[in-house]
């Protein structure tokens, strides 16, 4: 019998949990880049979050009023080992223990996350990952988690969005831990993350455990002609680099960026990254537009507004047919190498609030989440072997350098008394998940 389609939402540790130094939990790369001045929007700060720390029964109540059967959340690797290997706090894990029994007794599906962006800082001070060692205390990491949850949780995602992570806070600087390196010095940090993925799916699949990897993806088209060049640079870093080694053990051509060949990679690397997914996990917001680059950018590409359609209170095209087209490329692009996909992240910010009748009436975010179901629905029918959908997020939460001005959730936080409400699309989704989720439906 096969697996049930897994429906559900998605979040974030360090965006939710709050409770930064409690229980032994030590500082992460976001706990110090977020104290900068100008380094979050508005000076938010992270040390409460939605205070799911304290409050993770509500929100596992309001997991299963919703009616979800799968919730993809991170494991926060500061908690768990402070100072990124070695003592392992006992109290990190018994929390995680903890909400997955709580899943488990509703029939909610875990999804862990092991990395999320939050890299314990005592890590980032001996070189974070422009250094090969930071892999192998993620394999350690993973290894000490999957010890405590894996008699209960079978399917696991290594890292999130590793080229968001590498780009915005290894390139631009405007994540954490905030560095502006030099192309060769990003693309280490590139394959440091694919390998600290190899060694972890190792350690998983000695256990018997499900791997996946998750990434960011955005079809990308060229405004014009002569952009072209441009639109298959911009591919290659997006949609290729934390894909292509997975399943077939070779780099994209970076050599728009300027070099030859990858950074870091030492003999045997490839074959430990070759072949180490069980299923990719397909995060998707919007398509991408690009042009030639400006004389003396730096970069092989410039990006270029998409017109015509709405946007998102973050300024994002709504395109859905986008998501479709995606997995469909991934589909032409890797044949018979491409594992099952999961839609792991996809969602909207508009700015809700809570009227006087106590509703949060959000018809924006609605359409948004009706045109992407259907999208995936049809890729289905094309025969995409689609297997789960995860509305990012359920609860408004910190969305990194944009504080608490983005507001993503199927549920409206007060971010000064914590009070939750559930919004029109939460009374949606529940209605559609309701209509999808019943015996023997695949």
């Known amino acids: 019998m096969s ?14 949990e709050g409770s930064l130094d409690e229980d032994g939990r030590a500082p992460s790369v976001w706990d110090v880049f977020s104290s900068r001045p100008g380094a979050v929007r508005g000076g938010h700060s992270p040390a409460v979050a939605c205070d799911h720390y304290h409050r993770w029964e509500q929100d596992v109540e309001l997991l299963e009023r919703l009616g979800v059967n799968s919730y993809r959340f991170s494991i926060a690797w500061p908690r768990v080992l402070p100072g990124g290997r070695g003592v392992v706090n006992k109290a990190g894990l018994d929390f995680y223990d903890r909400l997955v029994d709580a899943l488990l007794d509703r029939e909610i599906t875990p999804l862990p996350t092991l990395f999320h962006w939050d890299l314990p800082q005592a890590l980032e001070e001996r070189g974070g990952w422009s250094s090969r060692a930071t892999a192998y205390a993620f394999a350690e990491y993973t290894a000490t988690v999957a010890d405590r949850l894996g008699d209960r949780v ?52 000695a256990r018997d455990l499900e791997v996946l990897l998750t990434n960011n993806y955005s079809p990308v088209d060229p405004l014009g002609e002569a952009d072209t060049e441009a639109a298959v640079a911009y591919d290659a870093l997006h949609n290729r680099l934390f894909t292509d080694p997975v399943l077939t053990g070779a780099y994209p051509d970076m050599s728009a960026f300027g070099v030859d060949r990858m950074p870091g990679v030492r003999e045997g690397d490839r074959e430990l990254i070759a072949g180490s997914v069980d299923g990719i996990g397909v995060n998707y917001y919007n398509p991408t537009l690009v042009t030639a680059p400006q004389e003396g950018s730096g970069l092989p590409f410039d990006f270029a507004e998409i017109t015509g359609v709405p946007t998102t209170a973050f300024g994002w095209p709504v395109v859905p047919e986008g998501l479709g087209r995606m997995i469909d490329l991934l589909r032409e692009r890797h044949g018979d190498a491409l594992p099952p996909l999961y839609v792991t992240e996809n969602g909207c910010s508009y700015p809700d609030r809570v009227r006087p009748d106590g509703r949060v009436r959000d018809p924006e975010r ?25 509305v990012w997020t359920l609860t408004d939460n910190f969305e990194w350098a944009e504080g608490y001005h983005q507001r993503f959730g199927l549920v409206h936080v007060d971010h000064d008394t914590q009070a939750r409400t559930p919004k029109d699309s939460f009374l949606w989704y529940r209605d559609l998940l309701s209509a999808r989720i019943r015996p023997g439906h695949v």
Do not use: C
């Not at 697996?3 to 939710?16: E, N, R, Y």
């Open 3 to 16: 697996s049930p389609f897994l429906w559900g939402v998605a979040s974030a540790a360090f965006q939710v």
């Open 154 to 205: 079978s399917r696991w995602i290594t890292l999130n969005e590793p080229l968001v992570h590498t780009t915005y806070g290894h390139a631009l600087g405007v994540h954490a831990p905030g560095r502006t390196l030099e192309v060769e010095g990003v693309l280490e940090v590139a394959h440091h993350m694919l390998f600290a993925h190899g060694l972890a799916a190792a350690e998983l699949r």
């Open 366 to 390: 609605i359409a948004y989440l009706k045109g992407h179901v259907a999208a995936v629905e049809a890729a289905r029918r094309r025969g995409a072997d689609v297997r789960g959908y995860f």
